[in-house]
């Protein structure tokens, strides 16, 4: 109870790579309110902005962590990373169940910048000065931006916008598991992100692929995209080339503590799938997958895939831009649905098409062995996890780590890893599961 709570008060460890952060936890009601703070400060994005938004990050991290309901604010007396405008938080929940501070910041200008912040691709600084337009719906946006880009972004929207379940994360695993081991057999697959720390719902798939023979991933990456292509399912993505040399583990700032950035090679695009496999369990055969590619053209067949499957065609860059070619589908879906002609066409009618097949953002991430478990770690986070981990490493060991690896910066080496547990061995840490990685 609370004497003996403000006689023995509760101690954390300091970091939370020392201690579990789980998705349930006692203390929703001042998380949640804490990390609006966070994000209001992300928004407004100026000067010292991002270091109070982290500060606030880090106080619901330790509430997270608590093993009771916060009831008295006495209990926070032994807690490292709560500071006073936190405490003050905290303690108008306690008395009033809420923070007028918090309820007051959730205004006009907050919710039009959530909300234009949710289209891909778009920040903090665009998503101002679209408010400084006058603008505050989505639909404002669209209607001033209707160029041929803008249009096919307006498409996918929604579908971005709609939540991936675990269901189609396995899905979307499967195909590319199957395209994967066709082209190098004993390749190692991994969802990662936050479907390995236990969500069931993400806002796209991360997957993170190796193989154990050094080398053997080398130009892999292009080889499944050009068979994902010839699928029919890549919508738009880009490939990036990696960028990794060795001296970058002492060397490169990017990879310290605040920064999320890698240097592997890796593909950030979108995909289609068809829109049932969230209600079929996904099957471990892969027979049902073979029709995925086709799984919109029932209606017109315009858009245009080489038809070439062998795998020894490997074009050395890769640029899938069929996304315009998938948008003229639509459109041509359209006027046969007598929806319009092109130009009537609105970005929301042309989302609402009745179509099998739903637009999902997917992460291809490829790694050489010998950084794998570093990789995995790094991109499974979760982004406050990787924070946490790295300023430990570097404050408390004098290490340098990151999705790449571990540097002793005194003994001047580099400390490899087989396993995800030896580098916690490596960070003289306890091992956490993925899903105790919540921070
Ligand atoms: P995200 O996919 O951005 O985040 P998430 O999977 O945790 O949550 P969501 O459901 O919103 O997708 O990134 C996955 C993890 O990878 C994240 O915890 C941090 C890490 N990461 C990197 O290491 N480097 C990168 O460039 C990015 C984008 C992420
Ligand atoms: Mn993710
Ligand atoms: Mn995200
Ligand atoms: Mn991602």
Not at 1 to 21: H, V
Request: net charge neutral; proline share 4%; with cysteine.
């Amino acid at each position: 109870g609370n004497d003996s709570n403000r006689r023995n008060p509760f101690i954390l460890p300091e970091y939370a790579c020392q201690r579990a952060t789980c998705l349930k936890h006692y203390n929703h009601k001042f998380t949640r309110a804490l990390e609006i703070l966070q994000k209001h400060a992300e928004l407004r994005d100026n000067e010292h902005d991002s270091s109070r938004a982290l500060a606030f990050r880090r106080a619901s991290c330790v509430l997270k962590s608590l093993p009771f309901p916060l009831t008295s604010m006495s209990q926070l007396k032994k807690l490292t990373n709560i500071g006073d405008h936190c405490k003050r938080v905290i303690q108008e929940i306690l008395e009033d169940g809420e923070c007028s501070e918090v309820t007051k910041l959730q205004d006009d200008w907050f919710h039009k910048m959530v909300v234009f912040t949710s289209i891909f691709g778009i920040g903090s600084a665009t998503a101002k000065k679209w408010i400084e337009k006058g603008w505050s719906t989505i639909k404002d946006a669209q209607e001033g931006h209707i160029s041929s880009d803008w249009r096919v972004k307006w498409a996918f929207h929604s579908d971005l916008n709609t939540p991936v379940k675990l269901q189609e994360a396995q899905y979307i695993q499967q195909i590319v598991r199957k395209e994967a081991e066709t082209i190098l057999p004993g390749i190692i697959l991994q969802i990662t992100g936050g479907f390995r720390r236990g969500w069931e719902e993400g806002h796209d798939v991360d997957i993170l692929m190796t193989h154990p023979e050094d080398g053997k991933e080398v130009g892999f990456l292009a080889r499944l995209l050009h068979r994902l292509h010839n699928k029919g399912i890549i919508l738009c993505g880009n490939l990036e080339k990696s960028t990794y040399s060795d001296d970058m583990l002492t060397l490169d700032s990017k990879l310290s503590a605040k920064g999320q950035l890698d240097h592997f090679e890796k593909w950030l695009g979108i995909i289609k799938i068809p829109q049932s496999c969230s209600e079929t369990p996904a099957r471990d055969d892969s027979g049902s997958l073979s029709n995925i590619g086709s799984c919109d053209h029932k209606g017109t067949n315009s858009v245009a895939h080489p038809t070439s499957n062998t795998a020894s065609e490997q074009p050395l860059n890769y640029q899938p831009l069929n996304l315009h070619e998938s948008f003229e589908d639509l459109e041509s879906k359209a006027k046969k649905q007598k929806l319009g002609t092109e130009n009537e066409l609105s970005p929301m009618k042309l989302a609402k098409l009745d179509r099998n097949w739903i637009a999902r953002r997917v992460d291809l991430i490829v790694s050489p062995y010998n950084q794998y478990f570093y990789a995995l770690v790094g991109w499974t986070g979760n982004k406050q996890f990787n924070r946490d981990i790295r300023t430990y490493a570097q404050k408390e060991l004098g290490m340098k780590l990151s999705s790449h690896g571990l540097y002793d910066l005194n003994k001047n080496c580099a400390l490899p890893a087989r396993s995800e547990k030896e580098v916690f061995e490596n960070l003289k840490l306890q091992y956490l599961e993925p899903w105790e990685r919540n921070c």
